[in-house]
């Protein structure tokens, strides 16, 4: 929950530890409506597709980097622009961070530009992301 | 080499589809919220919809064959039938005007902004663009959302 006026930028958002197991796989695909094999289908993604495993979709990565700004900003304000780049996979039961800083501030129109990351554990930013909020005075 | 784009597949560049409609209804959001961890009350009631709901909204919903053998769902009325078959998520990038709540009726206008090819470290790859222009029935603006895809 931010106060707008103790805002800096550099202030970070609280991290987030995200997983996604075959049933998260599941009912994420189900949720959008999306048959693709890579995302269920083990012998097809790995001998068709020569991937190592199940990929994440690369939407439901940008969804929990989502969750890090609208759960810092709770009630506080709004979501007004919102970015994610998928650079590299992430595989099923692999676990990520998600995270970001306070990269800029408009004290006149009370928005906050936000810098994002989701950190693997080769300590790569596999989806940069960024957002933009207003803050209700 | 040989450019993969043709003219004649960039032509469809600019193209757009007739305005989809779609009804928002609460089961809906309370499902991506739970496959997607939501933990503020909102979401988890199915009051307002996450805001990256959107991206699943106005997926094609087509007859099983006619759904490629990988399980894609080919939406060649929009997107021009490509050389490179293996499709990646690329990003996407979103404006909100106005939250998503349950019962809303969104019409959207989907259109081809972009093709374009650059060569990948592990061969020619294509980006896809397409943007999606979300209104409410009355014409309000929702959302205006980017959405890059790269065939391999």
Redesign the interface.
Known sequence: MPQFAKLKVGDALPERR?TADTV?LF??N?????????HY?HP?TTE??HHPALLI????I???L??TV??WL?EDG?????????RKAAYVNDEVVTGGNVAAIDADKREVTLSLFVRDKDGDNI?PGGARVRLRA | MEPLLTPEIRSAIGRSLPPLKVEVHRS?IR??A???????RKYTDGDEA???LL??LF?P?VPRER?RP????EDTALIPVLPLK????????????R?IRAGDVLVATQRLVELYEKEGSSGPLIFIVTENRVETEAGDLVAVERT?RIAR
């Open positions: 995200r998260t009912m994420f189900a949720a959008i409506w999306n048959p693709h094999r890579i289908d097809y068709v597709e979709d690369g939407p439901l940008g969804d929990w989502s969750q609208l759960e709770g709004e979501l007004t622009f919102f970015r994610y780049s998928n989806t | 809906d499902k991506y739970v496959a997607t961890g939501q933990r503020l996450p805001p990256l991206f699943g997926r919903v759904m990988d399980g894609i769902q293996r499709i990646m998520a690329g990003g996407v990038e979103t404006e909100y005007h939250p890059t």
